[in-house]
């Protein structure tokens, strides 16, 4: 969230927020050490899935390669998620 003060006399000395929205994070612009990082803590971020973190992190950067999913940056909370298209 952004908040800014507003001195305005005709805004009545007013706080204001407005909310960031997430920014998109092209993957191709990430070096293959941090697209991986990214993916991997992605993948096992909930720790339900037992299988292949390996594979799962192959399927998801397919997904990325394709277009079928996107990397989105959240200012406020500071986190990537990976979100389909």
């Known amino acids: 969230m952004i908040a800014s003060w507003s001195p305005s006399p005709a805004a009545g000395n007013q706080l204001r927020t407005a909310?960031?929205?997430?920014?998109?994070?092209?993957?191709?612009?990430?070096?293959?050490?941090?697209?991986?990082?990214?993916?991997?803590?992605?993948?096992?971020?909930?720790?339900?899935?037992?299988?292949?973190?390996?594979?799962?992190i192959e399927a998801v950067l397919r997904h990325l390669a394709a277009g079928r999913m996107q990397i989105h940056f959240d200012d406020e909370t500071e986190t990537c998620n990976i979100l389909p298209v």
């Open 19 to 56: 909310v960031s929205s997430p920014m998109l994070i092209p993957y191709s612009q990430l070096s293959p050490k941090a697209l991986r990082g990214i993916v991997q803590e992605f993948v096992t971020r909930d720790g339900t899935d037992h299988s292949s973190v390996e594979k799962r």
